[in-house]
């Protein structure tokens, strides 16, 4: 009797099942439920104790409503002990000519070795455009975007101002998160701080070493105000993620070998898949070389100019410290070294001969970058080769986040960038075909040209706008009418075309044929005119307004102890805390 009573309770209980089993599916076919998910915190990462490899803390993250840009974390297409490092370096105000590999050809005497290899050992980028200017180029590598598309059309974020990459951007680094990378940045940032969340360890980087502002002392790390207006004050600028650095420690030391130094400890101690992204300071203004000798360029007699050779020597010097920590942890064989500049060079002391224009300027001087990508995960068919492929600075966040990590694309803003690793690694066509280098409503020309169409399909050429369409580049109302600078240890055996650049509204080029931009075909090609301002006026019409606000005189750092920091924030005393553990470099 007991045996009976016990298998018709097992059979009562499977059946009891089996009717809960059924009555839940198809309750869960006749409503949706949302079932939430984890991710780890991008927005806001969690500081990184260097050796510390524990996963970042989980949170709950309910589905979120529309229109809201979606950080949450996706399934990657490869297991993390195979996604490959990651390592960009950027050089500040890199003049086209002197990197190694381009100065020679032309007698030049700034030495780099150490980029002149890897980049003939890699895929040197003779095709590759950055923005004309600081913090255009940085916010469009962090976001993936142009600039009319966040507003960041007009000149850099300057000391004081109230603006920052917008905080509805999702970053590459907050993407590179979800994808199981552990995130660093050593360097200038330059994207916007006056409130806590524009900092860069608010902005998915789990450490950042650096400088917020656009430029300091490379030994002091204090800058002042500059031109801002009702800016007072000389301010101490080097951060530990949102900590002053303590300036007992720092004060003296160079910019170049700190940063170096912090990326080498950052490339030892961890362990995961690395986004290090290092940002040097060099070789902006001021004029400063490290104290030795060894960098001293006797034979060039330009005082500044002497001086920039020096950084630009030991900023190549730093870069192959960088490779060697690489090789000696283990890291080389599965990492991928990217180098870009982030503008043409200022002419004050650097120089991008042959090409026409400077920094600032939507010249081939101003926009044309230095750069390569080196890799044992390139194939050895596609290394020591150069690439005529057009390639952005937009494009490394999908080609960092979907083409070498493997990740989601889904919940940013739509991209400008272009996934281009297989155009990298395999020799395949770019997909890119076009450029939009910007359009600039605040640099405006009152007098429209006499022989102009006015029509809603064509963009008007009183305003300061270039675009490159396959081989073809049309600039308008660019106030600098560009020149070839010719380096200064080179005068006497280099000249200048001959060449009429008087102001004209619209030039046109075949930048395949003249990359020198010194035969202007506006008059000769009408039609082709008439094509890229129809392009030009597409983009104009996606753009979003300007935001340049004036600077707050609130910014000042006399205001905070001589710091500079987020000054828009009530708590603001916060951040003027000084690191006094910083980790040795």
């Given at each position: 009797?007991?045996?009976?009573?016990?298998?018709r309770?097992?059979?009562?209980g499977?059946?009891?099942?089996?009717?809960l089993?059924?009555?839940?599916?198809?309750?869960?076919n006749?409503?949706v439920?949302?079932?939430?998910s984890?991710?780890?915190i991008?927005?806001?990462?969690?500081?990184?104790?260097?050796?510390?490899?524990?996963?970042?803390?989980?949170?709950?993250?309910?589905?979120?409503a529309?229109?809201?840009?979606?950080?949450?974390?996706?399934?990657t297409?490869?297991?993390s002990?195979?996604?490959?490092?990651i390592?960009?370096?950027?050089?500040?105000d890199?003049?086209?000519?002197?990197?190694?590999?381009?100065?020679?050809?032309?007698?030049?005497?700034i030495?780099?070795?150490?980029?002149d290899?890897?980049?003939?050992?890699?895929?040197t980028l003779?095709?590759?455009?950055?923005?004309?200017?600081?913090?255009?180029?940085?916010?469009?590598?962090?976001?993936?975007?142009?600039?009319?598309?966040t507003?960041?059309?007009?000149?850099?974020?300057?000391h004081?101002?109230?603006?920052?990459?917008p905080?509805?951007?999702?970053?590459?680094?907050q993407?590179?998160?979800e994808?199981?990378?552990?995130?660093?940045?050593?360097?200038?940032?330059?994207?916007?701080?006056?409130?806590?969340?524009?900092?860069?360890?608010?902005?998915?980087?789990?450490?950042?070493f650096?400088?917020?502002?656009g430029?300091?002392?490379?030994?002091?790390?204090?800058?002042?105000?500059?031109?801002?207006?009702?800016?007072?004050?000389?301010?101490?600028?080097?951060h530990?993620?949102?900590?002053?650095?303590?300036?007992k420690k720092?004060?003296?030391?160079?910019s170049?070998t700190?940063f170096?130094?912090r990326?080498?400890?950052?490339?030892?101690?961890?362990k995961?898949?690395?986004?290090?992204y290092?940002?040097?300071?060099?070789?902006?203004?001021?004029?400063?070389?490290?104290k030795?000798?060894?960098?001293?360029?006797k034979?060039?007699?330009?005082?500044?100019?002497?001086?920039?050779?020096?950084?630009?020597?030991?900023?190549?010097?730093?870069?192959?410290?960088?490779v060697d920590a690489?090789?000696?942890?283990?890291?080389?064989?599965?990492s991928?070294i990217?180098?870009?500049?982030?503008?043409?060079?200022d002419?004050?002391?650097?120089?991008?001969?042959?090409?026409r224009?400077?920094k600032k300027?939507?010249w081939?001087?101003?926009?044309?970058?230095?750069?390569?990508?080196?890799?044992p995960?390139?194939?050895?068919?596609?290394?020591?080769?150069?690439?005529?492929?057009?390639?952005?600075?937009?494009?490394?966040?999908?080609?960092?986040?979907?083409?070498?990590?493997?990740?989601?694309l889904?919940?940013?803003?739509?991209?400008?960038?272009?996934?281009?690793?297989?155009?990298?690694?395999?020799?395949k066509?770019?997909?890119?075909?076009?450029?939009?280098?910007?359009?600039?409503?605040?640099?405006?020309?009152?007098?429209?040209?006499?022989?102009?169409?006015?029509?809603?399909?064509?963009?008007?050429?009183?305003?300061?706008?270039?675009i490159?369409?396959?081989d073809?580049?049309?600039?308008?109302?660019?106030?600098?009418?560009?020149?070839?600078?010719?380096?200064?240890?080179?005068?006497?055996?280099?000249?200048?075309?001959?060449?009429?650049?008087?102001?004209?509204?619209?030039?046109?080029?075949?930048?395949?044929t003249?990359?020198?931009?010194?035969?202007?075909?506006?008059?000769a090609?009408?039609?082709?005119?008439?094509?890229l301002?129809q392009?030009?006026?597409?983009y104009?019409?996606?753009?979003?307004p300007i935001?340049?606000?004036?600077?707050?005189i609130?910014g000042?750092?006399?205001?905070?102890?001589?710091?500079?920091?987020?000054?828009?924030?009530?708590?603001?005393?916060?951040?003027?805390?000084?690191?006094?553990?910083?980790?040795?470099?």
């Amino acid at each position: 009797m007991t045996v009976i009573n016990t298998r018709r309770g097992v059979l009562i209980g499977i059946i009891a099942s089996i009717t809960l089993i059924v009555t839940f599916s198809w309750i869960r076919n006749q409503v949706v439920i949302p079932v939430p998910s984890l991710r780890y915190i991008s927005a806001f990462p969690q500081e990184t104790n260097f050796g510390d490899e524990s996963s970042p803390t989980p949170e709950i993250v309910y589905p979120q409503a529309e229109n809201q840009p979606s950080v949450s974390n996706r399934p990657t297409s490869q297991p993390s002990d195979t996604k490959p490092n990651i390592i960009f370096i950027l050089a500040d105000d890199y003049g086209y000519h002197d990197i190694g590999y381009h100065g020679k050809q032309y007698g030049g005497i700034i030495n780099t070795p150490v980029l002149d290899k890897l980049a003939s050992e890699g895929v040197t980028l003779e095709n590759y455009y950055v923005q004309p200017i600081c913090s255009p180029t940085r916010v469009q590598l962090m976001s993936g975007r142009y600039q009319i598309h966040t507003g960041m059309q007009h000149f850099v974020i300057e000391h004081g101002q109230p603006r920052c990459l917008p905080l509805d951007e999702v970053t590459l680094p907050q993407k590179l998160l979800e994808a199981n990378y552990t995130t660093h940045m050593v360097g200038k940032w330059h994207a916007g701080y006056y409130k806590a969340a524009c900092l860069p360890h608010r902005r998915g980087f789990n450490s950042f070493f650096g400088l917020l502002l656009g430029n300091s002392d490379h030994f002091s790390h204090s800058a002042s105000c500059g031109g801002s207006k009702g800016c007072s004050g000389f301010g101490y600028d080097l951060h530990e993620n949102d900590m002053i650095a303590d300036p007992k420690k720092w004060k003296g030391q160079y910019s170049t070998t700190i940063f170096t130094n912090r990326a080498i400890k950052i490339i030892k101690e961890q362990k995961k898949p690395l986004f290090l992204y290092v940002s040097y300071q060099a070789v902006h203004a001021p004029m400063q070389p490290p104290k030795d000798p060894a960098y001293d360029y006797k034979n060039i007699s330009h005082s500044t100019r002497r001086k920039y050779a020096g950084m630009v020597s030991y900023m190549d010097y730093s870069v192959g410290r960088i490779v060697d920590a690489l090789k000696e942890t283990g890291k080389w064989n599965n990492s991928v070294i990217v180098f870009s500049t982030d503008n043409g060079g200022d002419i004050s002391h650097g120089n991008n001969w042959p090409l026409r224009g400077k920094k600032k300027t939507l010249w081939e001087g101003g926009v044309r970058g230095n750069g390569f990508v080196n890799s044992p995960l390139i194939p050895p068919q596609s290394r020591g080769r150069v690439s005529h492929d057009l390639i952005h600075i937009t494009d490394w966040f999908p080609t960092f986040v979907e083409g070498l990590a493997g990740g989601s694309l889904n919940g940013t803003k739509p991209l400008d960038g272009f996934n281009v690793w297989e155009t990298i690694r395999d020799k395949k066509p770019s997909v890119r075909t076009e450029i939009l280098h910007n359009i600039d409503p605040m640099l405006t020309n009152t007098e429209t040209p006499a022989d102009f169409e006015d029509s809603p399909e064509l963009f008007t050429p009183t305003t300061n706008a270039a675009i490159r369409v396959g081989d073809w580049k049309l600039i308008t109302h660019e106030p600098t009418t560009g020149n070839w600078d010719v380096p200064p240890e080179l005068a006497s055996t280099l000249t200048k075309p001959a060449v009429n650049n008087d102001y004209q509204p619209i030039w046109l080029f075949n930048i395949k044929t003249d990359p020198l931009e010194t035969n202007d075909l506006s008059k000769a090609h009408p039609e082709k005119v008439r094509e890229l301002l129809q392009r030009l006026q597409h983009y104009n019409r996606t753009s979003v307004p300007i935001f340049y606000p004036n600077c707050d005189i609130k910014g000042s750092p006399s205001r905070y102890f001589n710091f500079w920091i987020p000054w828009g924030e009530t708590d603001w005393k916060q951040f003027t805390q000084i690191k006094s553990d910083s980790r040795e470099n």
